[in-house]
């Protein structure tokens, strides 16, 4: 009934996904594909392409691919703000960015307690303006994907930069190698990756449920919420109905709110991290080691929830 990239695990994947919808190749030419960012405004993708020091940008309308930012100081992981602005994580930079509407760039954050970042993994931006993101040595570990250099922290958190006054705060700190981050649609539980077992035998290639504080701005909790059955979970993201579309070894694997692994997208290289776009925000967008791959499924990207006031 289903093509042969959509395997079921559980019933309630079926919802999910077309018995005659395919995985689409867009385009393939790159060492790490990672870093999606979709822009409903102007209809395309940019992705890094982290080796390569590039971000390259797919354009929905006509289908083509081309470079939107070389040199790019290794960028990583990206998130569009609610203004409509990207928001990077640079490997080499060691620092969020921001390109601002008139096209500069501007520095968000490089340094905790003074000590230089690593280099910031993944973002996402939550509806009061705060920008969360991870800091793993991936960018300073060797030349391959940043400047090799030793960690000034010594650690890898997950930050928050708070909104009105740009400080940056540890907001978790028992992490081996914090990765990709997305919050529920009423932004109440924040999920965070760790793909610790890169660097420690055994260690950890989960991803932990951490619950947010009526302020926004506190976090508790952070129990494992699903563990990796092929690979790691790198970056996901998070439908309107709670669904966790992630990365791992063998494509995409999907998980029910409650954490059971429901079904999976196969794809034929590593996934690194995926995106909903389209005018819908229903196809889902998978960087894949040197690809490009997308599908369109029966979920979409959940609406940001309006700013407090
Ligand atoms: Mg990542």
């Avoid at 309630?12 to 790159?30: D, H, S």
């Avoid at 790019?72 to 990077?88: I, Y």
């Avoid at 280099?119 to 991936?138: A, E």
């Avoid at 034929?268 to 925000?281: L, Q, S």
Wanted: proline share 5%; glycine share 10%; hydrophobic share 40%.
């Amino acid at each position: 009934m289903f093509t042969d990239a959509v395997e079921i695990l559980d019933e309630r994947f079926k919802r999910l996904v077309f018995g005659n919808v395919r995985l689409e190749t867009l385009w393939t030419g790159g060492r790490w594909l990672e870093g999606p960012a979709y822009f409903a405004a102007g209809k395309y993708l940019v992705f890094s392409d982290i080796p390569n020091d590039r971000v390259m940008r797919f354009d929905e309308t006509n289908c083509v691919v081309s470079t939107f930012l070389q040199p790019a100081l290794n960028h990583n992981g990206h998130t569009v703000d609610r203004e409509g602005r990207l928001v990077s994580c640079e490997h080499r930079g060691r620092c969020v960015s921001r390109i601002e509407h008139d096209g500069r760039r501007t520095i968000l954050a490089d340094r905790f307690e003074g000590k230089r970042l690593n280099s910031p993994n993944d973002v996402v931006v939550k509806s009061d303006g705060s920008i969360w993101f991870t800091d793993p040595t991936y960018g300073i570990d060797s030349d391959y994907e940043g400047d090799a250099a030793p960690s000034e922290i010594g650690a890898s958190h997950l930050y928050r930069i708070d909104p009105a006054t740009g400080a940056v705060a540890a907001m978790a700190t028992d992490f081996v190698k914090p990765n990709g981050l997305a919050f529920s649609p009423d932004e109440s539980t924040l999920y965070v990756s760790d793909t610790g077992a890169s660097h420690v035998a055994d260690g950890p290639r989960w991803i932990r449920a951490f619950a947010v504080g009526a302020d926004g701005a506190t976090l508790s909790g952070g129990e494992v919420f699903a563990t990796c059955a092929f690979g790691l979970f790198d970056g996901f993201r998070i439908d309107a109905r709670g669904h966790l579309w992630t990365s791992a070894g063998d494509g995409v694997h999907c998980y029910a709110p409650d954490g059971a692994l429901i079904g999976k997208i196969r794809a034929p290289e590593t996934v690194a991290n995926v995106c909903f776009g389209g005018p819908k925000r229903n196809r889902l967008y998978i960087c894949a080691t040197s690809s490009l791959y997308a599908i369109y499924v029966n979920a979409r990207e959940a609406p940001r929830p309006v700013r407090p006031a």
